[in-house]
């Protein structure tokens, strides 16, 4: 047998070995501004990066401004195996450092009067980087609902058409064709109700 093809998996194998003793979590500190490089002020200062905060802070950085992010949590890179990247893993940042593991209140009228398991992310990205970066936005006509109560002649515009840009602008970024995944079961589901007459829809869906 060629020697080559012997030595390759043996080579390969050090390699990897190599590569992965010497991958370390990468620790917040590492990037985190030292006091002394602070700027005696800031336009805005925006308190939490989770996925709220991230995003103001992109806008008023966009828009000139000074910004400074301050978040408690840790960093979103947590070594080789990151259960954020690995959608199916999520669940096992529950219960950790990176989630404030909060409970709702019991309620008199309601579920039961119990309580549920409400996990909140500590963490670079917040609740987004929990649960699997998933989604889901509300029907459009709960927008709608929104604008008649504030007004429909209020300057606030929060009906859905004049936030379909702002969805449209984050759905965008997101390389949805190749993310997509459709279990068998879902897809007869799918498929029956359109049997039944219901329409699909593919372009309108808000979320991810």
Known sequence: MNKTLILLPILLGVIIYGVFINLKPIDVNDFALEFEDLKESYDYIVVGAGTAGCVVATRLAEAGKEVLVIETGGTDVLG??????????????????????????????????????????????????????????????????????????????????????????????????????????????IDSTIELGYPQNNEEFLGV
């Open 80 to 189: 080789i195996i990151n259960p954020i990247a690995i959608s199916p893993a999520f669940p096992d940042l529950f219960k950790t450092e990176h989630d404030y593991a909060y409970y709702t209140t019991k309620q008199q009228l309601s579920t039961l009067k119990r309580e549920f398991f409400w996990p909140r992310g500590k963490i670079f990205g917040g609740s987004g980087n929990i649960n699997a970066q998933m989604y889901t936005g509300a029907h459009e006509e709960d927008f709608n609902d929104w604008q008649r109560e504030i007004g429909e002649d209020s300057k606030t515009k929060w009906d859905f058409e004049s936030l379909k840009p702002i969805f449209d602008k984050i759905l965008a970024r997101l390389p949805r064709e190749q993310n997509v995944y459709v279990h068998n079961i879902v897809k007869e589901f």
